[in-house]
């Protein structure tokens, strides 16, 4: 008779320890990975995906698992990451570099980059409610167009692998449910999901099973040793919260992230002395607000001939909030940079030359989104209300 290793109700399954999260990891790379001749890792240069590259990397150099014909790195860099997350992932590429890996940096065109999208074209910062456009313009666009060019060049599908774990957010879980059976998978076996033939790639996460307790032994402790890599990875943890990243259970974004309530990870951050001259950054969020205000954008009247329900929907930014949102945020900079030249860190370029000076042109000649002139009123004007159906209600008069 079978003992049931459980011993009370309680107590759930045992956890998986380190060296079988790393076991369970080369199983799906072998059951998978023969498969295709390319494999291709998208690199944000977060915890997770930095762990899912330099294991990776280990596991070939260590002979664990055989490579493929190549293996294509594309670093996402979105101009918008925190400071420590930033130069973590130059070191890394350095290092990458030293055992024979070269990384694609992705990045947004020039029009399309968050900073210059909105005070170059003039469109309001993101939010959650309308208009969160901020994702697909700066990080999946891009990759998705770099992903098109491999394949195309190579002739075949690759098989992308994502940093993708369990437990990551309750959205993502959601589709990891979804997706985990397909092809007779299981989690512990990385999610593998075949697409169409004519698809770019099939993706395989093989560290989905990981704990995040996993994910920090690997970056501050195994990674940075010779025998695993000698990758600078515990330089991430600062991102996150220094030593106590793991207890935070933190997760980062853009600095200054228009979508959320607080800048939880900068905040994390500025505790730490070293990164407490990149306080200025608090002061981004506040502008991103500023330009979502009425008196800075432009407003349709509702008496254009358009087919639009939202006859009088806001618009864009004007010129003059543009150029004050431009120079508060160089102000940032030179501040950041000033205490970065007195003490050895590195320096911040929210707005470097190219992209100051794509700005000044978008300005000079006159650029505003599609269907709109600059010549609209701001939206802090009372106008008569223009329904959906074309009625008017004119403005109500009070006094003389």
Not at 72 to 83: F, H, N, Q, S, V
Not at 386 to 394: C, K, N, R
Request: aromatic share 8%; proline share 6%; glycine share 6%.
């Amino acid at each position: 008779m079978k003992t049931n290793p459980q011993t009370n109700l309680f107590e759930g399954s045992r956890r998986l320890q380190m060296n079988e999260s790393i076991e369970l990891t080369i199983q799906s790379l072998h059951a998978y990975g023969p498969k295709y001749n390319y494999w291709c890792m998208a690199w944000s240069g977060g915890k997770d995906s930095t762990t899912l590259v330099t294991l990776i990397v280990w596991l070939i150099i260590s002979k664990k698992i055989n490579p493929p014909k190549k293996i294509y790195i594309m670093y996402a860099d979105t101009r918008l990451e925190l400071t420590p997350l930033f130069y973590a992932a130059q070191t890394i590429m350095e290092e990458l570099a030293e055992h024979g890996y070269k990384v694609e940096v992705v990045m947004a065109a020039m029009e399309n980059r968050f900073l210059t999208y909105i005070l170059g074209r003039g469109v309001p910062p993101p939010n959650n409610a309308t208009f969160r456009w901020c994702t697909s313009r700066i990080k999946i666009e891009p990759m998705q167009h770099a992903l098109e060019k491999l394949v195309g060049d190579l002739g075949e599908k690759v098989l992308m692998l994502t940093g993708v774990r369990q437990g990551e957010s309750a959205i993502r879980d959601a589709r990891i449910v979804l997706s985990c059976s397909k092809n007779g998978s299981e989690c512990g076996q990385g999610w593998y999901q075949e697409t169409l033939p004519k698809a770019l790639c099939d993706t395989l996460a093989p560290i989905l099973h990981w704990r995040v307790c996993h994910v920090w032994e690997w970056l501050k402790h195994w990674a940075p040793l010779p025998e695993y890599g000698d990758f600078s990875t515990e330089l991430i943890a600062d991102a996150y919260g220094g030593d106590e990243a793991e207890e935070l259970n933190a997760r980062t974004g853009c600095m200054g992230c228009p979508l959320t309530d607080k800048d939880t990870a900068l905040d994390n951050l500025l505790k730490k002395p070293k990164w407490a001259y990149l306080s200025p950054l608090k002061r981004l969020r506040p502008i991103y607000r500023e330009l979502r205000k009425p008196q800075n954008r432009l407003r349709k009247t509702g008496k254009e001939i358009t087919n639009e329900r939202n006859k009088q929907r806001m618009g864009p930014i004007t010129m003059s909030a543009r150029e004050s949102a431009f120079n508060e945020i160089l102000s940032i900079q030179d501040e950041i940079n000033e205490a970065a030249e007195l003490t050895g860190m590195p320096k911040v370029f929210l707005l470097n030359h190219e992209e100051q000076e794509f700005i000044k042109t978008c300005w000079a000649n006159n650029l505003w989104p599609n269907k709109w002139t600059g010549e609209e009123p701001t939206a802090d004007i009372p106008m008569d209300t223009v329904y959906a159906d074309g009625s008017i209600q004119p403005l109500i008069q009070f006094g003389n």
